[in-house]
């Protein structure tokens, strides 16, 4: 005999749980199947373990979907002002950082509790080490072979994430389900994710390793203001892993390493009022010393000794153009070994956007990342594992 459920939710991540809490509560007969020895692994990992649980200033804008109006009525009905107050009901701590970023105050664990206690209080049940090696459909239920025994239910809800961090056993499992339904499945890379570089630059941001500065970096007609981390294998920092959504592979990047200065202004104001500075102890003034004298290599080496007075002005707006518009060419990205999300997945034009179910297969819903939604970093990724999650409760 099989175990019967109104809902089976595949995948106990942040998505996940959240359909578990929010369907139990309707008093829906829910189980979450998750493949991995405990849920919400991701959950405890993001934020660097303190888990950036979402963002005060969440709009459509902040996502990336085939379809831009696809996220706005689940972002409705449910805001991050929705969980946030479940946070504040938990007695949970938590802090803004800059752009309305929310971390915890002490452990990513406080979150993944807050969903684990609301599912336990509201009657979902949890399993783990649970492998589902068929699915198929059968008089309108779907019916479960797993290595916890066959079970059926009314609706499948597909969570299972994405391909990132393969260390955490992550596996095409979501898009395999949504193709084997008939469903398309968009191109899926890696994303939030450092770039790696080649030749001289990659030896020129290894000996930088550790360095961070404030740029704005521009791809196409997008571009964003943050740290940038230089690393033994090139850049990341916040505005590498923003940038890296929109950046297409054998194009060049602008990095303006000074985005709040004309730098050309500077230099001929410096080479006014002091004539007798070198060029590397005027820029040295703006950014780390080290960075300076990498720069001076590649860029002034001819010139490095000579005082401002000595320099012409066009050799100076020269460093200035270069310094606001660095245009280089990364070789390519970290990959999902270290990328935060998935790019691509599940094709919007085929689920409802009120209820996340697939619009040609009664029954079988996907939720969070394993569609294709990506939002920005800063804990938009969750706010949509929320929204996603609640929307698709409400039909189950």
Same mark, same amino acid.
């Given at each position: 005999m099989s175990d019967h459920y109104d809902a089976i939710i595949i995948g106990g991540g942040a998505a996940g749980l959240m359909t578990a809490w929010q369907a139990a509560l309707r008093g829906k007969k829910v189980r979450v199947l998750e493949r991995s020895n405990k849920a919400g692994r991701k959950i405890l990992m993001s934020g660097g373990g303190r888990c950036n649980f979402t963002n005060l200033h969440v709009t459509p804008e902040n996502f990336i979907c085939s379809n831009p109006h696809f996220v706005k009525s689940a972002l409705k009905r449910y805001s991050a002002w929705d969980f946030i107050g479940k946070v504040i009901e938990h007695g949970v701590p938590y802090h803004e950082r800059k752009h309305g970023q929310l971390f915890c105050d002490n452990k990513a664990k406080d979150i993944l509790n807050i969903l684990l206690d609301e599912c336990a209080q509201a009657g979902a049940q949890l399993s783990t080490k649970c492998e589902i090696s068929d699915i198929k459909l059968q008089n309108q239920q779907y019916s479960l072979k797993t290595t916890l025994g066959p079970m059926t239910c009314n609706s499948l809800v597909v969570a299972t994430g994405g391909l990132s961090i393969p260390s955490m056993g992550t596996t095409p499992f979501g898009y395999e389900i949504a193709q084997q339904f008939g469903m398309h499945v968009l191109p899926l890379r890696a994303s939030l994710v450092p770039y790696t570089f080649s030749g001289e630059l990659k030896d020129m941001f290894a000996r930088l390793s550790g360095n961070a500065v404030d740029t704005t970096i521009t791809f196409g007609n997008t571009e964003f203001n943050e740290a940038l981390l230089f690393t033994h294998r090139g850049l990341s920092g916040p505005v590498v892993l923003q940038i890296s959504n929109y950046w297409e592979p054998g194009q060049a990047i602008t990095v303006n390493l000074l985005p709040q200065i004309d730098a050309e202004q500077f230099?001929?104001?410096?080479?006014?009022?002091?004539?007798?500075?070198?060029?590397?102890?005027?820029?040295?003034?703006?950014?780390?010393?080290?960075?300076?004298?990498?720069?001076?290599?590649?860029?002034?080496?001819?010139?490095?000794?000579?005082?401002?007075?000595?320099?012409?002005?066009?050799?100076?707006?020269?460093?200035?153009?270069?310094?606001?518009?660095?245009?280089? +060419?990364?070789?390519?990205?970290?990959?999902? $070994? @270290?990328? !935060?999300?998935?790019?691509?997945? +599940?094709?919007?034009?085929?689920?409802?956007? $009120? @209820?996340? !179910?697939?619009?040609?297969?009664?029954?079988?819903?996907f939720v969070g990342e394993v569609v294709d939604v990506t939002g920005h970093l800063g804990g938009f990724n969750f706010q949509w594992a929320w929204a996603s999650g609640y929307a698709c409760a409400q039909a189950l």
């Open positions: 230099l001929l104001d410096a080479k006014q009022h002091t004539p007798k500075s070198l060029i590397r102890t005027t820029i040295t003034q703006l950014m780390p010393k080290s960075l300076v004298l990498e720069l001076e290599t590649m860029w002034w080496n001819n010139i490095k000794d000579r005082a401002l007075a000595d320099c012409s002005n066009t050799q100076l707006q020269n460093i200035a153009q270069k310094l606001n518009h660095w245009e280089i +060419v990364p070789a390519g990205t970290e990959g999902y $070994k @270290t990328a !935060e999300v998935t790019l691509g997945g +599940v094709h919007t034009d085929g689920l409802s956007s $009120k @209820t996340m !179910e697939s619009n040609t297969q009664a029954g079988l819903y």
